[in-house]
């Protein structure tokens, strides 16, 4: 039987693909074996292959996102007028057989030229810059997290049992206690007389819990993890001037967002983890051009401060809907369907700090009470648990967020809850509100008569 071919028509006539790894890449500008050419990953042969696809009359190349590989291939070949394609690997993953990086490529630049791969998303060169140091910053606060872990391990094994008697080792009372430990002081009445007066125990139950064991090994490390827990609070302290700055040079650019003024919301607290120093209230609102996020009951200063981080005011109007951008989140059930029976509709798995973020906000939303959206937490937790209520919530989020930013207009939360016959009835009276101003009807004319 004669085998048939099924062409398919090129998309992109002028496309490459290219294989990015570690120590050198592989183009491909066609099929043939003598169209894949390998370089190295110097600025060097950077340029050579930028020559190298214009000499072919490349106008388009996709790549995958290997990593962090990709970024400074990725800058070169936009600084040399190439369209670039950056696309998530699982879209491009080779049939099944003998994988090679050559084979990689052409298939990467077959795709390409038929037009079956979508570009993931990428913020702008502002929003990366304030990307690098909110992630650094997080960073530095994992690090942190683990170093007072392992300070409190020491004391515990010193017998200086301050974990039970305070709240956080790292707070006030903690800290001038530790510090005092440091340096050789003993006597567990003079560590008690460090007690802050918001503390809520007395100072005789940590007078008893600070009686140690008095190990030198212990005690070293203990100053050890100490002294690098100052270094590492300096440093966020340092990161937190960089972003303040970078948000203040935003904002300056333009006059019309200088002259924004926000609302103080007394009521919003700060957390120990959020940037302590900047008035981010006032930056989020002139960053954002007027729009308020802070209004929406659970959204946090880190919940702002990640969204202008990972999306940012102007990348978020990539997203042509709020389906697409909750969908980007990864927040939306992926929705199976075969024979008219659904498969599945789980979450599709995998998340990004933004997902994190909107979620911490809807966990907070659960505990909170008499709100729109607390209401819908509940009603959706009572049918499907906690975990689900914070799915959807976080997915909710967006949603609002997404219209707040995209249309420029400010939270307004309905006043009352209402069902679904209630529902269809609001939307029929608007359909036929919008109809008779659409003909433009009187009151004659609808058979209404004037007493």
């Given at each position: 039987?004669?085998?048939?071919?099924?062409?398919?028509?090129?998309?992109?006539?002028?496309?490459?693909?290219?294989d990015?790894?570690?120590?050198?890449?592989f183009?491909a500008?066609?099929?043939g074996?003598?169209?894949?050419?390998?370089?190295?990953?110097y600025?060097?042969?950077?340029?050579?292959?930028?020559q190298?696809?214009?000499?072919?009359?490349?106008?388009?190349?996709a790549?995958?996102?290997?990593?962090t590989?990709?970024?400074?291939l990725?800058?070169?070949?936009?600084?040399?007028g190439?369209?670039?394609?950056?696309?998530?690997?699982?879209?491009?993953?080779?049939?099944?057989?003998?994988?090679?990086?050559?084979?990689?490529?052409?298939?990467?630049?077959?795709?390409?030229?038929?037009?079956?791969?979508?570009?993931?998303?990428?913020?702008?060169?502002?929003?990366?810059?304030?990307?690098?140091?909110?992630?650094?910053?997080?960073?530095?606060?994992?690090?942190?997290?683990v170093?007072?872990?392992?300070m409190?391990?020491y004391?515990?094994?010193?017998?200086?049992?301050?974990?039970v008697?305070?709240?956080?080792?790292?707070g006030?009372?903690?800290?001038?206690?530790?510090?005092?430990?440091?340096?050789?002081?003993?006597?567990?009445?003079?560590?008690?007389?460090?007690?802050?007066?918001?503390?809520?125990?007395?100072?005789?139950?940590?007078?008893?819990?600070?009686?140690g064991?008095?190990?030198?090994?212990?005690?070293?490390?203990l100053?050890?993890e100490?002294?690098?827990?100052?270094?590492?609070?300096a440093?966020?302290?340092?990161?937190?001037?960089?972003?303040?700055?970078l948000?203040?040079?935003?904002?300056?650019?333009?006059?019309?967002?200088?002259?924004?003024?926000?609302?103080?919301?007394?009521?919003?607290?700060?957390n120990?983890?959020?940037?302590?120093?900047?008035?981010?209230?006032?930056?989020?609102?002139?960053?954002?051009?007027?729009?308020?996020?802070?209004?929406?009951?659970?959204?946090?200063?880190?919940?702002?401060?990640?969204l202008?981080?990972?999306?940012?005011?102007?990348?978020?109007k990539?997203?042509?809907?709020?389906?697409q951008?909750?969908?980007?989140?990864r927040?939306c059930?992926?929705?199976?369907?075969?024979?008219?029976?659904?498969?599945?509709s789980?979450?599709?798995k995998?998340?990004?700090?933004?997902?994190i973020?909107?979620r911490?906000?809807?966990?907070?939303?659960?505990?909170?009470?008499?709100?729109?959206?607390?209401?819908?937490?509940?009603?959706?937790?009572?049918?499907?648990?906690r975990?689900a209520?914070?799915?959807?919530?976080?997915?909710?989020?967006?949603?609002?967020?997404?219209?707040m930013?995209?249309?420029?207009?400010?939270?307004?939360?309905?006043?009352?809850?209402?069902f679904?016959?209630?529902k269809?009835?609001?939307?029929?009276v608007?359909?036929?509100?919008?109809?008779?101003?659409?003909?433009?009807l009187?009151?004659?004319?609808?058979?209404?008569?004037?007493?």
């Amino acid at each position: 039987m004669k085998k048939k071919n099924l062409p398919m028509e090129i998309v992109n006539p002028h496309a490459a693909g290219i294989d990015v790894g570690s120590r050198s890449h592989f183009v491909a500008v066609g099929q043939g074996a003598d169209q894949v050419r390998e370089f190295g990953v110097y600025e060097s042969d950077l340029l050579q292959l930028a020559q190298w696809l214009h000499a072919h009359h490349i106008t388009t190349v996709a790549m995958e996102s290997t990593g962090t590989y990709w970024q400074n291939l990725f800058a070169a070949l936009q600084g040399a007028g190439l369209e670039v394609l950056l696309c998530n690997g699982k879209f491009t993953k080779n049939i099944k057989g003998r994988k090679t990086d050559v084979q990689d490529c052409q298939w990467i630049q077959r795709l390409h030229s038929l037009g079956l791969l979508t570009g993931s998303f990428l913020p702008d060169q502002a929003t990366e810059e304030l990307r690098t140091y909110c992630r650094h910053r997080t960073s530095l606060l994992e690090t942190a997290a683990v170093t007072t872990q392992k300070m409190q391990k020491y004391l515990r094994l010193l017998n200086l049992r301050l974990d039970v008697v305070v709240r956080d080792i790292t707070g006030q009372t903690g800290m001038a206690i530790i510090e005092a430990v440091c340096q050789g002081e003993t006597d567990p009445e003079k560590l008690a007389c460090f007690r802050h007066g918001n503390c809520r125990k007395s100072k005789e139950e940590i007078a008893r819990a600070l009686c140690g064991n008095g190990r030198r090994d212990l005690l070293f490390a203990l100053t050890q993890e100490l002294e690098l827990y100052k270094v590492l609070q300096a440093k966020i302290a340092a990161c937190d001037v960089a972003i303040e700055q970078l948000l203040i040079e935003q904002v300056e650019a333009d006059e019309e967002r200088r002259q924004l003024k926000a609302d103080p919301k007394p009521y919003k607290r700060v957390n120990k983890n959020a940037p302590q120093q900047m008035d981010l209230n006032q930056l989020s609102f002139q960053y954002f051009g007027g729009v308020d996020l802070l209004q929406i009951e659970g959204v946090s200063h880190s919940t702002v401060l990640a969204l202008m981080s990972e999306v940012g005011a102007e990348g978020i109007k990539k997203f042509p809907t709020a389906k697409q951008f909750s969908n980007w989140l990864r927040l939306c059930p992926n929705t199976k369907v075969s024979g008219g029976r659904v498969l599945s509709s789980h979450i599709p798995k995998g998340s990004n700090r933004l997902k994190i973020a909107l979620r911490n906000a809807a966990n907070v939303i659960g505990n909170l009470k008499e709100t729109h959206l607390s209401d819908f937490f509940r009603r959706v937790a009572f049918r499907k648990g906690r975990q689900a209520a914070v799915s959807a919530t976080a997915r909710k989020l967006a949603v609002i967020i997404w219209n707040m930013l995209s249309k420029g207009v400010q939270y307004q939360p309905p006043t009352q809850y209402l069902f679904l016959d209630e529902k269809r009835k609001l939307k029929l009276v608007q359909r036929i509100k919008k109809n008779i101003a659409k003909l433009d009807l009187g009151p004659e004319e609808l058979g209404f008569t004037m007493a």
